[in-house]
């Protein structure tokens, strides 16, 4: 049975889009049939990332009811599935972010993961992605401002019945300045499904304009990500066994 993930944050910048491509690649990794949409309509990312920024049908497109769902769907060279929004500034002004409703069914008949990559905030677009939900991540920082955040992100996605799985915490440093995972958990209240940490492999990855579990694939970042989703797919993963041997490691930088 298809299910519909939506990937938010209560505030920007810390990671939400990079963690909707990047977990849906992982768990493409493992064998699922994914879609990663970009339903963040505002500013959309989805499509920088894996190197379409411009395509003939996008979900514009669909919601505008140019085109079907079906039409607006790319297939990356992994086999991982997108559908990118529009770039065009043009494009602002028409979009009707409550009609992503109406598109739920369609979006289930594509692929068994439906990875959707809300706008961040708690604005229309972001209400609109999540109440077609069959559940919620919370991606946050471990640092106040965000955490404070995403609780009052996790209360809406509640008030909309909305079933909310946990929340990764992403550029985790583990220092002493930082928020620690058992303080998040206890503030927020939901489960951590894991953390990513600071990795410089993620922003040379969207210099390749590809996923870092592409580029990168036995690096920290995404060796977390690989555990994260195969958590969600249940198949057994472990990370320490796909690290790159020391001896190549030696040769070159420690990803």
């Given at each position: 049975?298809?299910?519909?993930?939506?990937?938010?944050?209560?505030?920007g910048?810390?990671?939400?889009?990079?963690?909707?491509?990047?977990?849906?690649?992982?768990?493409?990794?493992?064998?699922?049939?994914?879609?990663?949409?970009?339903?963040?309509?505002?500013?959309?990312?989805?499509?920088?990332?894996?190197?379409?920024?411009?395509?003939?049908?996008?979900?514009?497109?669909?919601?505008?009811?140019?085109?079907n769902?079906?039409?607006?769907?790319?297939?990356?060279d992994?086999?991982?599935?997108?559908?990118?929004?529009?770039?065009?500034?043009?494009?602002?002004?028409?979009?009707?972010?409550?009609?992503?409703?109406?598109?739920?069914?369609?979006?289930?008949?594509?692929s068994?993961?439906?990875?959707?990559?809300?706008?961040?905030?708690?604005?229309?677009?972001?209400?609109?992605?999540?109440?077609?939900?069959?559940?919620?991540?919370?991606?946050?920082?471990?640092?106040?401002?965000?955490?404070?955040?995403?609780?009052?992100?996790?209360?809406?996605?509640?008030?909309?019945?909305?079933?909310?799985?946990?929340?990764?915490?992403?550029?985790?440093?583990?220092?002493?300045?930082?928020?620690?995972?058992e303080?998040?958990?206890?503030?927020?209240?939901?489960?951590?499904?894991?953390?990513?940490?600071?990795?410089?492999?993620?922003?040379?990855?969207?210099?390749?304009?590809?996923?870092?579990?592409?580029?990168?694939?036995?690096?920290?970042?995404?060796?977390?990500?690989?555990?994260?989703?195969?958590?969600?797919?249940?198949?057994?993963?472990?990370?320490?066994?796909?690290?790159?041997?020391?001896?190549?490691?030696?040769f070159?930088?420690?990803?």
């Amino acid at each position: 049975m298809s299910k519909i993930i939506v990937i938010t944050s209560g505030k920007g910048g810390v990671g939400k889009t990079t963690t909707a491509i990047n977990l849906g690649a992982a768990m493409n990794y493992f064998g699922k049939d994914v879609v990663v949409i970009d339903a963040n309509l505002s500013t959309p990312n989805v499509g920088l990332h894996l190197n379409s920024p411009e395509v003939p049908v996008n979900l514009n497109h669909v919601l505008n009811g140019k085109s079907n769902i079906f039409e607006a769907v790319y297939e990356h060279d992994s086999g991982l599935k997108i559908v990118p929004s529009s770039l065009a500034v043009s494009e602002l002004k028409k979009f009707n972010p409550a009609r992503l409703k109406e598109l739920k069914n369609d979006f289930l008949k594509i692929s068994d993961y439906v990875i959707v990559d809300s706008a961040a905030c708690l604005g229309e677009e972001a209400i609109s992605a999540i109440e077609i939900a069959d559940e919620v991540i919370i991606v946050t920082n471990p640092e106040m401002p965000a955490i404070t955040d995403a609780l009052k992100t996790i209360k809406v996605a509640e008030q909309k019945k909305k079933f909310v799985s946990g929340v990764i915490v992403t550029r985790v440093k583990r220092n002493r300045i930082e928020m620690k995972p058992e303080t998040v958990k206890e503030m927020l209240e939901v489960p951590i499904l894991g953390s990513i940490p600071e990795d410089f492999c993620i922003p040379d990855s969207l210099n390749h304009k590809d996923a870092v579990i592409h580029v990168f694939p036995k690096s920290k970042s995404s060796r977390a990500y690989k555990e994260i989703a195969a958590k969600i797919v249940g198949v057994d993963y472990d990370s320490k066994k796909d690290r790159e041997k020391f001896w190549k490691r030696i040769f070159k930088r420690d990803y």
